[in-house]
């Protein structure tokens, strides 16, 4: 009997042990987001989710204003890491939704977020881009098949050689005006590949990449989107020359810098072949597709990059190309039906 106490008492310390040693950095976390995780842990039992992404407060505006998005009765939303995942549906389909905030580290940490966190089955991203491309306007809404972080360089000194293994060089003498008068101490920059990361890969091991593809499978579906009806109008006063489209099948670039520059755009479409320029795409498809999701961008023409002959559009026409996506990404959430 006693070596039997002696025993049970033995696995009881074992077990105490353990507790103490893992539940300790439970208890560490702030009390709300122990609330938040079990709220998660109750929404995921009604699973899966549809992963819906914005950027900033317009494109928010816009999405809410199409009152297609109708919030989960007992579950709304859920506060985490001071971003507000709201839970709701969009034609029956359930979606989660959240706003991640500007650039690419904001875009990634939300979606990684997401896919940890929530059941999800594939993100959809949308916002408003600078427009790249001559054939198209503002207000039309693209769905790009690649994106590239062009925001990888290397910033190399005037006399230095090139390094081989970039994928484009840009050289900042070239831009001296008059041409090719006194010598440009900014020298040159490359462009590099990311490095890719994924779950189909090999553990600790990256791969060059500079097209990140989105879902072929979503990207057909959404082909059936061309001709939609979108707004041509911000107000009864201000209304765009031309009738906005939708094209599917283009190419995106991304990067930590807002493009308002003539020239740079002109560069990224010579070298990159880009219609569209923002600051988060390239982002959130690497993390989708380093984590094995799904994943397809909706990008409204704010404005022209920099190809303006006077003040940018974004802030007369960012709320009509915002609008405009959001509508086009609630049409397409209802072909998923």
């Not at 949308?126 to 306007?137: C, H, Q, V």
């Not at 489209?245 to 020239?263: C, E, H, Q």
Request: charged share 15%.
């Amino acid at each position: 009997m006693a070596a039997k106490l002696v025993t049970r008492c033995s696995l009881l310390m074992q077990v105490l042990v353990f507790f103490l040693a893992v539940v300790p950095d439970a208890f560490a976390l702030p009390l709300n987001r122990l609330k938040s995780l079990t709220v998660i842990k109750e929404v995921n039992r009604r699973g899966p989710y549809l992963g819906l992404i914005t950027v900033y407060e317009p494109e928010e505006n816009a999405f809410f204003a199409t009152g297609a998005f109708k919030p989960h009765k007992t579950h709304p939303f859920v506060d985490l890491s001071g971003r507000r995942f709201r839970v709701g549906k969009i034609h029956g389909e359930k979606v989660i939704y959240v706003r991640c905030g500007v650039g690419m580290v904001n875009a990634a940490a939300a979606t990684q977020q997401m896919l940890d966190l929530f059941d999800i089955k594939g993100i959809i991203h949308f916002g408003i881009a600078g427009n790249a491309n001559d054939s198209m306007t503002i207000g039309d809404v693209i769905i790009p098949k690649q994106f590239a972080n062009t925001g990888i360089w290397g910033w190399v000194n005037v006399n230095s050689t090139t390094n081989l293994s970039d994928v484009v060089h840009l050289d900042i003498a070239s831009y001296n005006v008059p041409k090719g008068e006194g010598t440009n101490l900014l020298g040159h920059i490359g462009y590099s590949d990311e490095e890719f990361y994924s779950e189909l890969g090999k553990p600790n091991t990256a791969q060059p990449l500079f097209w990140a593809e989105t879902s072929k499978h979503w990207l057909h579906l959404a082909a059936n989107l061309e001709g939609m009806e979108l707004e041509q109008c911000v107000n009864s006063s201000l209304c765009l020359p031309h009738k906005p489209k939708l094209v599917v099948g283009l190419r995106g670039s991304t990067s930590n810098i807002f493009v308002d520059n003539a020239a740079y755009r002109k560069f990224l479409v010579r070298n990159f072949h880009v219609s569209s320029v923002d600051m988060e795409s390239a982002a959130v498809v690497m993390t989708s597709l380093s984590n094995g999701f799904p994943v397809i961008v909706f990008r409204g023409l704010s404005d022209l990059a920099g190809g303006q002959s006077g003040e940018n559009a974004i802030s007369k026409f960012g709320p009509l190309a915002a609008l405009n996506t959001a509508k086009a990404v609630v049409q397409f959430i209802k072909t998923l039906q």
